[in-house]
């Protein structure tokens, strides 16, 4: 099971950090990757990290200004989100699998119920 938090409002510029919590199973071995969703479009892939932490990989909408990270002591995955922009605004989703997922969604066989973005310019 995975848990998204950290979610919330806040002005064009800002930041905020999304954590995703794993339970119920050993999360170390599992790529984990970040989605999001805004109202009335596809859901769109964000980041996402391998195992190991040796390797990530970002959306082009989000390069320079995300950064996802783990702690796989804690079974936990973040995304740190700086210079937020209004079309930031989304539902933000963690998804995790065992496959070579990168950024295609149907890959992901985990997902958590997601936690809402929301930034006001």
């Known amino acids: 099971q995975l848990k998204e938090s950290g979610g919330g409002l806040v002005q064009a510029g800002g930041s905020l950090r999304l954590s995703c919590a794993a339970s119920g199973r050993t999360f170390s071995s599992y790529i984990v990757g970040w989605f999001r969703q805004a109202p009335g479009k596809e859901r769109e892939f964000v980041a996402r990290?391998?195992?190991?932490?040796?390797?990530?990989y970002y959306a082009d909408s989000v390069k320079g200004r995300f950064t996802i990270s783990r702690d796989n002591a804690k079974n936990t995955v973040y995304l740190q989100m700086n210079s937020l922009k209004p079309e930031d605004t989304a539902v933000y989703y963690c998804?995790?699998?065992?496959?070579?997922?990168?950024?295609?969604?149907?890959?992901?066989?985990?997902w958590g119920q997601g936690t809402q973005v929301t930034v006001s310019s």
């Open positions: 998804a995790a699998t065992l496959r070579l997922a990168d950024s295609v969604r149907f890959l992901y066989d985990y």
């Open positions: 990290i391998s195992w190991s932490s040796s390797n990530t």
